[in-house]
């Protein structure tokens, strides 16, 4: 998972490891916060979600946490690794 996939060196990453990873035989999910994928070349083929998430903990109010189609996500897929890139 990673927050998006806009340029930059983890976002590339990310694409890089998964695609190799399929290259293998394994099965990948690439789970994004934010519909944002500067990588169409890259991501071609790859199995992407776009899954809306927040987490914001707060010194002066109350933390604001919504996960809950992450956690859906996460447990329907069922995996045995799971990898958070930034």
Same mark, same amino acid.
């Given at each position: 998972?990673?927050?998006s996939?806009?340029?930059g060196g983890a976002?590339?990453? %990310?694409? *890089?490891i998964s695609s190799q990873l399929v290259k293998l035989g394994h099965e990948v999910t690439i789970i994004i916060f934010?519909?944002?994928?500067? $990588?169409p070349e890259?991501?071609?083929g790859l199995n992407i979600e776009v899954i809306p998430s927040l %987490?914001? $903990?707060s010194l002066t109010g109350? *933390?604001? %946490?919504?996960?809950k189609e992450?956690?859906?996500l996460v447990r329907s897929i069922n995996p045995s690794i799971i990898h958070s890139h930034l």
């Open positions: 998972m990673i927050a996939l806009r340029r976002e590339r990453l %990310v694409l *890089d934010r519909p944002e994928n500067e $990588y890259l991501s071609e %987490v914001n $903990y109350p *933390d604001i %946490v919504n996960t992450f956690d859906n």
